[in-house]
Every structure is written in structure tokens, then in C-alpha cells.
């Protein structure tokens, strides 16, 4: 079983292969599933595929989310490396990525129903958090 957004919609979809049968794409069309961003994270100093950074995304609400950059959760697969975090209602989100490396990353104001490519130490210092 592995998981991810194979048509970059947002909403995260399931392929589920077994020892006989033809793989079995459950393809998510839930009409309203809210706002979402997702993170392609490119390492430097870390890992390239940024496996391990820990993802703090915050709304304007205050509302905080923790995910981690992980392919693995199931035998014999790999899920999406991108971060996937819904978001409710939020129209832009704060997002810190802290990598491997103890590198820390800090994003403003990042439109919300996106994918957003991240690279470790590459951040402009207009989009620094104090
Ligand atoms: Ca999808």
C-alpha cells in the first residue's frame, strides 16, 4: 500500500498492490475536502530528498500541524515524499522546516492549495521569520 497524491489535486489517493492481483488505485474525489498545501523538500546538507525534516505549518487562525518527511508505513512500498498537510479553511500559511541537519527554514505567507518546492538554506530573506 503506498499513498500520495498521484493527480497533484490535493486530496490523497491510495494504490494498494497484493500477491495476485492487479494494483488498486482508490482514487480520492471527496467534493469538499478543504484547503491543503504540500512540500516537494529538497535537501543540501541533509538527505536530497529532505527524509526526516519535521514541517510546522501554521494558519492565520493560529492553528499549528506537525508532519514529518517519511515515505515508509507500509511493506514492500514507498509513499509520496512530499508533505501533505490540510489546512481547513486557510487561505496562506507560515510554514518551518526543520532538516536532518538541524537546518531551519522559515516560510511566510505561502498560498494554500499549492505544492511548494523547498530548498534546504535557499530562502529569501523577505520570506524569514523574525
Ligand atoms: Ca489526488
Given at each position: 500500500?503506498?499513498?500520495?497524491?498521484?493527480?497533484?489535486?490535493?486530496?490523497?489517493?491510495?494504490?494498494?498492490?497484493?500477491a495476485?492481483?492487479?494494483p488498486?488505485?482508490l482514487?480520492n474525489?471527496?467534493?469538499?475536502?478543504?484547503?491543503?498545501?504540500q512540500?516537494?523538500?529538497?535537501g543540501?546538507?541533509?538527505?536530497?530528498?529532505?527524509?526526516?525534516?519535521?514541517v510546522?505549518v501554521?494558519?492565520?487562525?493560529?492553528?499549528?500541524?506537525?508532519?514529518?518527511?517519511?515515505?515508509?508505513?507500509?511493506?514492500?512500498?514507498?509513499?509520496?515524499?512530499?508533505?501533505?498537510?490540510?489546512?481547513?479553511?486557510?487561505?496562506?500559511?507560515?510554514?518551518?522546516v526543520?532538516?536532518?541537519?538541524?537546518q531551519?527554514?522559515?516560510?511566510?505567507?505561502i498560498?494554500?492549495n499549492?505544492?511548494v518546492?523547498?530548498?534546504?538554506?535557499?530562502?529569501?530573506?523577505?520570506?524569514?521569520?523574525?
Open positions: 500500500l503506498a499513498i500520495g497524491d498521484y493527480d497533484n489535486d490535493g486530496r490523497l489517493d491510495v494504490l494498494i498492490v497484493d495476485e492481483g492487479a488498486l488505485l482514487h474525489e471527496t467534493p469538499s475536502a478543504g484547503n491543503w498545501v512540500c516537494r523538500l529538497q543540501t546538507k541533509s538527505n536530497r530528498d529532505g527524509l526526516g525534516a519535521l510546522w501554521r494558519t492565520e487562525e493560529g492553528k499549528r500541524y506537525l508532519r514529518l518527511c517519511q515515505t515508509d508505513g507500509s511493506y514492500m512500498s514507498a509513499s509520496d515524499k512530499r508533505v501533505h498537510c490540510g489546512v481547513g479553511s486557510a487561505k496562506v500559511v507560515d510554514i518551518e526543520r532538516w536532518p541537519s538541524g531551519v527554514d522559515a516560510y511566510r505567507q498560498p494554500t499549492r505544492i518546492s523547498l530548498t534546504e538554506g535557499n530562502i529569501r530573506k523577505k520570506e524569514k521569520l523574525s
